[in-house]
């Protein structure tokens, strides 16, 4: 009896974000018999190809490459032909691990544990976007805030330590400032951990920015954060958990009460206007 000439890859992969869930990824691929390995890997390779990110093939339960599009297929196992199928074929997602730092990772056998191996590169990954943010300020012409917005900033004690095209950082009293574009949204992050706000449109997020830095100037000097004026009516806000989030489209997600009424007052006024509400 004659062997058939193909077999099998059952391929399926990880899931890289909400909704990229909503549908299977599983499929099958044919392949020639004899194959190789790597080949195989290659063949089956997710479709998302965003350069930087790393997939993990796991081929019939053994963890056997690194792919990504930067490096293609990266062996931690000897490359073989494929005589007997159906083989399982597995893509597990990596994120922004840098492909060439897992390889080496898993080459020297570590094992393939994601949270632990992200925990190893995340120092090294921040350092890579710092200096990444670094070469945009120096050769890149753009700017994430306007001049209006900076210029209000310094005027509220800011002192302006990096400022490229896609994030902003500042310092104020004991605060560090983070201000970052994602997608289309305007994020702001103070101290660590995650964004204390992500807001829509970009003026709208600048003004709210200056208003926060005003309230903690007036809280400085000892008066009320909030000054008395007027409230648009246009901008409704709702509270989920520890969230404040609006409808319509003004975005607004923050994490606290202030935040949320310095959000009232920012909508449908401009940085400058911000500076004459707060009275500093």
């Known amino acids: 009896m004659l062997r058939p000439r193909s077999l099998e890859l059952h391929v399926d ?3 890289v ?5 909503v549908v299977s990824h599983a499929g099958v691929v044919s392949v020639p018999r004899g194959t190789v390995l790597s080949a195989a890997i290659e063949r089956s390779s997710p479709e998302i190809e965003s350069p930087g990110w790393s997939w993990v093939a796991v081929v019939d339960g ?3 490459a690194v792919w990504s599009i930067d490096h293609g ?4 196992v000897a490359d073989r032909k494929l005589t007997r199928g159906p083989v399982d074929v597995f893509f597990r997602y990596f994120a922004q691990i840098d492909p060439a730092w897992l390889f080496d990772r898993l080459a020297r056998g570590e094992r393939p544990d994601r949270r632990a191996l992200d925990e190893e590169y995340a120092p090294i990954a ?4 710092r200096a990444e943010l670094r070469r945009r300020e120096r050769e890149l012409d753009g700017r994430l805030l306007s001049t209006a917005c900076v210029e209000a900033l310094r005027r509220l004690g800011a002192d302006i330590t990096l400022h490229a095209d896609v994030a902003c950082e500042f310092t104020h009293g004991d605060d560090d400032w983070v201000v970052r574009r994602a997608d289309t949204m305007f994020q702001v992050f103070r101290g660590g951990g995650g964004p204390i706000a992500s807001l829509r449109p970009h003026a709208f997020g600048e003004a709210w920015l200056v208003g926060m830095v005003g309230a903690a100037v007036r809280a400085a ?3 009320e954060a909030l000054p ?3 409230v648009s009516p246009d901008l409704e806000l709702s509270r989920s958990g520890e969230r404040w989030i609006s409808s319509g489209a003004t975005v607004v997600q923050v994490h606290s009460e202030l935040a ?3 959000a009232q007052l920012a909508h449908g006024r401009s940085v400058s206007q911000m500076l004459e509400v707060f009275e500093v």
């Open 228 to 230: 008395d004026a007027h």
């Open 260 to 262: 949320a009424c310095v």
């Open 13 to 15: 992969r990880d899931s």
């Open 17 to 21: 974000a909400m909704g990229d869930d």
């Open 73 to 76: 297929v990266q062996l931690v």
């Open 62 to 64: 053994v963890t056997s």
């Open 221 to 223: 000097k000892g008066w």
């Open 126 to 129: 921040r350092e890579k976007y």
